[in-house]
């Protein structure tokens, strides 16, 4: 891959996500100045380009300038702002957007011939579905490639996204699949860790400690089944004896409907997605 500090990359709409994915782009060697960010103030864009170590639009090219040339001037350029935004910002950004241009949607229920259309059949185009670990470093990212992107702008894709996040490239129509085991699942880790403090301070533990009890072995449990590789039915095997406290805990777990639980929740939000995207 290309050395990626020599390319300018502009992000239109860094908030949570646009943000975590321009922290995600610095990390993988695109550098501060040329980083461009631009939201919907000048005040929003110096206080994300502060945050995250990037340049702003504004600063760069004056105020009456800044969209467009700050497209024109972008070998790569992120869409983070809210989908319903697109019909809007699609013709300001369209007629700018050079051949080359490599453009990255985070925009969910986006689909690619929607972008298409939006960016007068621009080729170079990724559609990119992030989680929001991957604002520290540990995300996943479902990448889905135009039907026209060549393989070194999904390589490019891939690059900007792979130091902070376990990138799949996958089909689109797997999107909603790739929302409930990735997109929306951080929160339901959030939801188990959540009921599994409240437990530990019914047990006696201050919300400290209870807190570093549970959010510990979280950590450490994924970091087990990442960096050994071994399947998490083996990895549970290992810390269940015949007839003791984990057999009892899974038993209670598994009467409770747990599998059929969690099967559930990610097919809510699969299904919702597949809605979503259908209106
Ligand atoms: N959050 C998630 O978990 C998640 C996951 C996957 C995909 N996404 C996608 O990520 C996108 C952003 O979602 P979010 O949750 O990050 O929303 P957000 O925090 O509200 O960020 C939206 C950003 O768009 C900017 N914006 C609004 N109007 C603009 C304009 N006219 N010109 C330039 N920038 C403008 C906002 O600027 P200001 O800060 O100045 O208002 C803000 O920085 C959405 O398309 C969503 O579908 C989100």
New binding site residues.
């Given amino acids: 891959m290309a050395n990626l500090t020599d390319l300018t990359v502009t992000v239109?709409?860094?908030?949570?996500?646009?943000g975590a994915v321009a922290r995600a782009i610095r990390k993988a060697g695109v550098s501060e100045r040329r980083l461009v960010l631009?939201?919907?103030?000048e005040e929003?864009t110096s206080r994300?380009a502060r945050e995250i170590g990037a340049a702003s639009a504004f600063e760069l090219f004056g105020s009456d300038a800044t969209l467009a040339t700050a497209v024109a001037e972008s070998h790569v350029i992120v869409l983070?702002?809210?989908?319903y935004?697109l019909e809007a910002?699609a013709p300001k950004i369209a007629p700018h957007v050079q051949e080359g241009t490599l453009i990255v949607s985070?925009?969910?229920?986006a689909s690619l011939d929607t972008l298409s259309d939006a960016f007068d059949g621009h080729k170079a185009l990724v559609r990119a579905?992030?989680?929001?670990p991957i604002a520290v470093g540990q995300g996943v990212v479902g990448l889905m490639p135009g039907e026209h992107a060549s393989e070194s702008e999904r390589e490019l894709a891939r690059a900007l996204f792979e130091k902070s996040a376990t990138v799949v490239e996958i089909p689109e129509h797997q999107v909603h699949g790739v929302i409930g085991a990735a997109?929306s699942a951080s929160a339901y880790f959030f939801l188990i860790a959540e009921a599994m403090i409240d437990e530990a301070v019914a047990e006696g533990f201050t919300r400290a400690v209870a807190t570093d009890l549970v959010v510990g072995t979280m950590l450490g449990s994924a970091t087990l089944l990442h960096e050994t590789g071994e399947a998490p039915t083996s990895a549970r095997y290992a810390v269940t004896s015949p007839g003791g406290a984990t057999a009892q805990a899974i038993a209670a777990l598994e009467e409770g409907g747990i599998r059929a639980l969690m099967a559930r929740g990610m097919r809510a939000a699969a299904d919702t997605s597949r809605k979503m995207e259908e209106r």
Avoid: D, E, Q, Y
């Avoid at 985070?106 to 229920?109: E, R």
């Fill in positions: 239109i709409g860094a908030g949570n996500m646009g631009f939201n919907s103030s929003s994300a983070g702002f809210k989908p935004h910002m985070l925009l969910a229920g579905m992030p989680n929001t997109g």
